[in-house]
């Protein structure tokens, strides 16, 4: 079943709708698993369509490195429930725990690579100390002075912010690579010249950093089996 399918079927059913996870690229035996993470707003009760360009853009993101030369991981995209933050919820960390538990589930030798944009690159920085996650890429994201470092400790990051982006702060992004790096974590800061947040212009430059950051973790088997995607609800086991 394609994702709007599944996203209709379970809003007509009157239901509240649960995330849905897509494997982009499955791997047999997989030693890396990518779990890609998609923008959204501060604050909306809004379930997420699968038609919002904050999912479609990660989408269009996963399947370049889902179909990058070479060994490939395992590739996974996440639909969020809600397309709000929606402090103290966090809805988007709550979802993305749940993506984790079924990646460690299918893959559970696999090194997880977060790859976040915005909203979704806050998450995953925030979940950098879960079981099995070795490595953040945060694209533009979405940070408070207030957001941890100390759950990067044996965490491989990468923090990039284009210098024309006017909704999130890429001088935030610096100084959040700055705390984690004066605290001992290996943290790189990457600016991208003349690209604003959507990640339009310079294009192949963000697909060429969330890239090779994926391709210096290391290869992994693959498989031509057809994608698949998970649905359920992270409140749920």
Known sequence: MRDHEAADRVIRAGEKPGAVLHNLRQAVEADVAVLVLHGGRSRSEE???????????????ALRVARRHGGAPAVWLLRNRLRGWNEPDRDPVVDARWALREIRRRSPHARIVLVGHSMGGRAALLLAGEEGVGDVCALAPWLEPSDPVEQLAGTRTLLAHGDRDGITSAHASAEYARRADRAGHTTRYRLVPGSGHAMLRRHREWTRLAREFVTEVGPSRSTGRAPSHIEGHPGGQ
């Open 47 to 61: 379930p997420m369509r699968p038609w919002r360009l904050a999912y479609l853009r990660m989408g269009w993101l």
